[in-house]
């Protein structure tokens, strides 16, 4: 019996040249145990390794299509620019963004992001290694919010580079981000009373305000005295105090949905009415003019937290606390919104949504009953609040 002998793969060989119209003349060939394919446009030959002569064939298919349809882009354009010379275009780019929020991109970038891809050019940059970065950045502790952020923003510099056709895809995107769920601190009433208890005087109708509107940090702080009415008892929130590099100044608040008036109770409405007389703010640092958060977190807020037994709790808990006590007091999620100044309400519910355990029972308790009585005629029954019945 002969003994048969494997035959040796296919290996076309096609030298790179020009034609004569300098069209692409592509080709594959082996090159040890890879396959390498080649194609030439104008005067660049471009050229990629693989497993496999069909991965090969595959590749050069998909450029020459590529080429038909006008979606080629030149390899050597994302080889030739690097992630900070794009990050820095992308930067320049967002003109349409007020300064606090490109302040705060520059703070990422120069922070975590251009020290680890600021050197490499765009298409040394893979998923894998967006990936691998990601990961290290929660091993070494920073918040998943902000590695969120983070990869957001390279995501948003090569979307930058795809539109202006230095490369093809994306790395950022497709890289599983971590979860941000809400993990606010939330204060009892203990926890209330000892707090303001220890804040001092000059500061302590801030924190009650806080926790009496649910108002930003930002919106407090720059809440105007023309913008108090103690008669009608509301303040109407329409700007934010930015603090952007020791600079101080009111910008527009977060959304169209933040530009609201929020009623606010009696006794805060009396405490307010001093503040009301004057143009500047209601709430000045101690020796008058804008609130400085640094200086308010260090002298007043941290040891306030401390002797209250509240270490860790935020600013911005004193807000999670107030939409706490409204759903507390059972009122409606629509409305909470609107107070909140959140633009829709999904993300009152994302939000703040666990601490509605029992909407759903509440719902069913007070739903409508369909009846068939002897005569066949439908008849409603409604369930009240109390639980009693009536025909309706």
Not at 59 to 70: E, P, Q, T
Request: glycine fraction near 8%.
């Amino acid at each position: 019996m002969r003994a048969h002998t494997r035959p040796e793969p296919r290996c076309p060989i096609e030298s790179v040249k020009e034609t004569a119209s300098g069209e692409t003349v592509r080709g594959v060939r082996r090159r040890g145990n890879k396959w390498q394919a080649r194609y030439k446009v104008g005067d660049q030959t471009h050229a990629q390794t693989f497993d496999t002569e069909t991965a090969a064939e595959v590749w050069l298919k998909s450029n020459a299509l590529d080429r038909v349809r006008g979606d080629w882009v030149d390899p050597s354009l994302g080889s030739a620019t690097t992630f900070e010379t794009m990050a820095a275009m992308w930067t320049a780019s967002r003109v349409h963004l007020a300064e606090s929020s490109r302040a705060r991109d520059r703070a990422y970038l120069n922070g975590e992001i251009l020290p680890r891809f600021g050197d490499l050019s765009l298409s040394a940059i893979t998923r894998p290694i967006v990936r691998g970065w990601a990961a290290s950045q929660l091993d070494a502790g920073s918040a998943p919010a902000t590695v969120r952020k983070r990869c957001q923003i390279v995501a948003a510099v090569f979307d930058m580079a795809i539109e202006d056709r230095l490369v093809v895809n994306n790395p950022a995107r497709g890289v599983k981000l971590p979860s941000t769920t809400m993990s606010g601190r939330f204060l009892d009433s203990g926890e209330r009373g000892r707090l303001i208890a220890a804040v001092d005087d000059n500061h302590r109708l801030l924190v009650e305000a806080a926790i009496a509107t649910g108002a930003r940090w930002g919106e407090l702080a720059g809440l105007l005295g023309p913008k108090v009415d103690p008669l009608r008892r509301q303040i109407v929130i329409d700007a934010s105090l930015a603090d952007v590099n020791g600079k101080r100044y009111l910008k527009d608040t977060k959304n169209a949905a933040s530009r609201r008036t929020i009623s606010i109770p009696e006794w805060l409405a009396v405490e307010l009415a001093v503040g009301a007389g004057q143009s500047g703010p209601v709430f000045t640092a101690p020796g008058g003019g804008w609130l400085v958060r640094s200086n308010f977190r260090r002298r007043v807020w941290m040891p306030a937290t401390a002797k209250a037994g509240v270490e860790g709790v935020r600013f911005h808990d004193l807000r999670h606390t107030a939409v706490a006590m409204l759903i507390e007091n059972g009122e409606h999620p629509k409305a909470i919104q609107t107070r909140l100044g959140h633009a829709k309400i999904q993300t009152t519910f994302d939000v703040y949504g666990h601490l509605m355990p029992n909407i759903d029972r509440e719902v069913a308790d007070r739903l409508t009953r369909i009846e068939t009585p002897d005569n066949g005629e439908l008849q409603v029954l409604k369930v009240d609040k109390g639980g009693q019945e009536s025909h309706g």
